[in-house]
């Protein structure tokens, strides 16, 4: 029996080796873009396409990030103070993402440019 569980137990671990899509080789690239009080920080990154880009707040005052050009997405719509959110970047190469904080959309203006290249 105490075989057996080990065999189990043997081929559980060979078969998360094995199987495509597991471990850090298959994970996504990460970028992430840090949300204060009246910026996002950096204010451009450049990024693959199927990056998950993470949005961390760290500011006290409500903010939010919202896709407007190239890739539409949001946040949040009433805005966070704290924790992160991730949006993953499917637009195509090459293109220029604009977004902004919702909340202070004159002064927080950020930048995604998905890189030409694969």
């Known amino acids: 029996m105490r075989k057996l569980s080990l065999l189990a137990l043997a081929a559980v671990l060979v078969s998360a080796l094995v199987l495509p899509g597991t471990g850090t080789a298959g994970q996504r690239p990460t970028r992430t873009v840090e949300i204060g009080d009246d910026f996002f920080k950096p204010r451009s990154i450049r990024v693959k396409k199927g990056t998950r880009v993470i949005f961390k707040w760290t500011g006290i005052n409500r903010h939010n990030a919202r896709g ?3 890739q539409r997405f949001t946040t949040g ?15 195509a190469r090459g293109t220029r993402i604009e977004y902004i904080c919702e909340f202070h959309p004159d002064v927080m203006i950020g930048v995604i440019r998905v890189s030409r290249r694969r």
């Open 77 to 91: 719509l009433r805005g966070r103070t704290s924790g992160q959110k991730g949006v993953t970047i499917n637009a």
């Open 68 to 70: 407007m050009e190239g």
